[in-house]
């Protein structure tokens, strides 16, 4: 019998993504334009709880969950002169929690929520001596003891699996959860302004920095990222303040 591979570098892990993924791709309906039955279903949170149900704990056949930091999360960590210890922390959308726990490693007081319990029940189990405080929330309605509560906040790859209409309504929400003089890390993929996209996801084009400042964050320092190695496409890595802070 072959031994199923854990190992994201493995040809065995990645077929059994690529299976995976064809399955979720049909079940989509944003890419698809399955019509909708039941109630209508915008943040598309039936096809998040199906990804995580459907995976029955095989990390493969979730498409996003590298089970490692994203490597331009990791690199901003190690790059803060002053550290992250100590600061109130909230990762947003986080999956299995590796991003989470890069965070917290760092000495970060991490609060890491995701709109579907299963993953926020995966990551506990992943990481059962962890320090961050998992939660199962929807980012769209979000507690109210939260706002204005963080230092840092941070998103990777949530925004872009958002349809454009959501946007304006997700940088509000984001930016309310910001204390004054607390920063947002944005990392996304990016694309230009006109290209044609086929998402979801949808890489975010230059324009989302001016929806930014329409609700209420400024921008702080924005890189973008060719594609190398370690990331293999174009990425935004984005760091915004409030607006209303000195
Ligand atoms: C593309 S995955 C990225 C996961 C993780 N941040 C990572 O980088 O591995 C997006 C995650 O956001 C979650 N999500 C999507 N919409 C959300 C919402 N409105 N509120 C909270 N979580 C949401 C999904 O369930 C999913 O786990």
């Not at 077929?15 to 334009?33: G, S, T």
């Not at 979730?62 to 089970?67: E, F, I, Q, R």
């Not at 960590?77 to 109130?88: D, H, P, T």
């Not at 872009?160 to 209409?165: H, R, V, W």
């Amino acid at each position: 019998m072959n031994k199923v591979s854990f190992d994201p570098a493995s040809p065995e892990f990645a077929a059994r993504r690529a299976e995976a993924r064809k399955a979720l791709d049909a079940l989509d309906p944003a890419k698809n334009q399955i019509p909708q039955t039941g109630p209508a279903d915008p943040l598309r949170r039936e096809w998040f709880e199906a990804v995580y149900a459907l995976a029955s704990d095989d990390p493969a056949r979730v498409p996003w969950a590298n089970l490692a930091p994203h490597p331009l999360l990791k690199a901003w960590v190690g790059a803060q002169a002053r550290g992250i210890s100590g600061l109130r922390t909230l990762d947003v959308g986080c999956g299995l929690g590796d991003n989470a726990e890069c965070l917290a490693a760092a000495g970060a007081r991490v609060v890491a929520f995701d709109f579907v319990a299963q993953a926020v029940d995966w990551a506990q189990r992943r990481f059962p001596n962890s320090n961050v405080d998992y939660r199962a929330g929807d980012l769209f309605a979000l507690p109210d003891a939260w706002r204005g509560g963080f230092d840092l906040v941070h998103e990777c790859y949530t925004l872009q699996a958002l349809s454009k209409d959501l946007l304006p309504a997700a940088l509000g929400a984001l930016a309310s959860l910001l204390a004054p003089g607390g920063k947002l890390l944005v990392i996304s993929r990016a694309r230009d302004e006109d290209s044609e996209v086929e998402g979801p996801p949808w890489p975010l084009p230059p324009s989302i920095f001016e929806e930014a400042k329409r609700q209420g964050l400024k921008p702080l320092a924005i890189e973008d990222i060719t594609a190398t190695a370690d990331v293999g496409r174009r990425h935004w890595r984005a760091l915004l303040g409030r607006a209303d802070a000195a």
